[in-house]
């Protein structure tokens, strides 16, 4: 397991970048209640993310927000699965649902577990909400399941799934979506895809005078 | 001179700001009040971790010491010490009688999609239980969407964590 600020900002940058990337669906998903039910994953996950990054942010002597806006895209470290932008591709944002939260929620098991008291209390917290994220994917696995598209969607993306987690995690996560450990897309330097997003993403922030209040 | 019960009916005074009916009191998510001269130290622990109302809330607790004549210190807590059981009675009743079903009680598992898809959910308009999930998610992340069949009329259902 990485040292705790690398392990609480790959976590954060996880949520922050997949609550942005849920978000692209705000105002045109297939139906209204998924608008509503995307909108309100991307609202938990970046809410998950702001509490990860005020944890890191005191031990790195710094403040969530200038973690999460104003490091150069190069520093950020969420994995390949959360950057790729999927809209407007159902069965594919779908397939991430349900991998990501496959693999998030063995992630937040093995905190829970953790010796230090604050991350472990922290992915506790975070875990009731995420129930509900792991509700929605395991109700749309089922609708997709049969799907040519939704089964090509997870067979691309299963290699970034596994990225998700640490090494020693990966057999957990091969187990529990039923398919054969394959070789990961490792974290790295974030490529042009999630330098277009970081670009949006941070726009306003650089824009304002250092300092300003929101 | 503040005292921490003055502060405490002083924080039951203050609404929720999203769900007005109902105090952060009610709401349990004041965990402790500890005053030491003008010294005001408020343990404050979040509720849905990406709500919006909880810089709001925060202002107003510090307002409300200020208006005692204290100096506040709200520290918010990172932990796992809030869930829905926390809310009062009191307040589960407010929630009810404003619309909302109130969070039913935390079981020894997690819930699980049978469960929100059962008929255990009342409708807080007409008390039948002929009620069917329409939406995990609603319109804040503390709510899904129901509907009752019995008086046809769709409701908000607090979300249990």
Not at chain 1, 44 to 62: M, P
Not at chain 2, 126 to 149: M, W
Request: glycine share 6%.
């Amino acid at each position: 397991m990485p040292a705790r600020p690398e392990l609480l900002l790959e976590f954060a940058d996880d949520e922050l970048i997949l609550g942005w990337r849920n978000s692209e669906w705000t105002g045109i998903a297939p139906f209204l209640e998924e608008d509503v039910a995307f909108s309100s994953i991307a609202q938990n996950e970046i809410g998950h993310a702001r509490a990860l990054y005020e944890l890191a942010a005191q031990e790195l002597g710094t403040d969530a927000d200038s973690l999460a806006f104003d490091r150069t895209p190069e520093e950020y470290r969420c994995a390949p699965l959360v950057q790729l932008r999927l809209v407007p591709d159902w069965a594919r944002t779908i397939a991430r649902h349900v991998l990501y939260e496959t693999a998030d929620a063995i992630r937040i098991e093995q905190l829970k577990e953790h010796d230090d008291a604050e991350l472990a209390g922290i992915a506790a917290k975070i875990e009731r909400e995420e129930v509900y994220h792991r509700l929605h994917a395991e109700m749309w696995l089922e609708r997709l399941r049969a799907e040519p598209r939704y089964a090509e969607a997870v067979e691309e993306l299963w290699p970034y799934a596994l990225g998700v987690l640490e090494p020693e995690l990966r057999p957990v996560l091969a187990e529990r979506v039923g398919r054969a450990e394959v070789a990961a897309v490792e974290r790295s330097a974030p490529g042009e895809e999630f330098a277009a997003l970081w670009e949006e993403m941070t726009m306003v922030r650089r824009s304002a005078p250092v300092g300003a209040q929101w | 001179m503040v005292t921490a019960e003055a502060v405490w009916e002083a924080l039951a005074e203050i609404p929720d700001p999203e769900i007005p009916v109902i105090s952060l009191v009610d709401l349990g998510v004041v965990k402790d009040v500890a005053v030491e001269g003008d010294h005001v130290r408020i343990a404050f622990t979040p509720t849905f971790m990406g709500c919006p109302a909880l810089e709001t809330m925060r202002a107003e607790m510090e307002e409300a010491v200020t208006a005692l004549g204290g100096e506040a210190q709200v520290d918010v807590l990172l932990d796992d010490s809030w869930s829905t059981d926390k809310i009062t009675p009191a307040g589960r009743e407010k929630l009810r009688e404003a619309g909302f079903a109130p969070p039913t009680p935390r079981g020894a598992g997690t819930t699980t999609l049978v469960q929100l898809q059962s008929r255990a959910f009342r409708c807080p308009y007409c008390g039948s239980s002929e009620t069917r999930l329409d939406n995990i998610f609603g319109p804040t992340p503390c709510r899904s969407v129901r509907y009752c069949e019995s008086c046809r009329q769709p409701f908000e259902q607090f979300k249990t964590i």
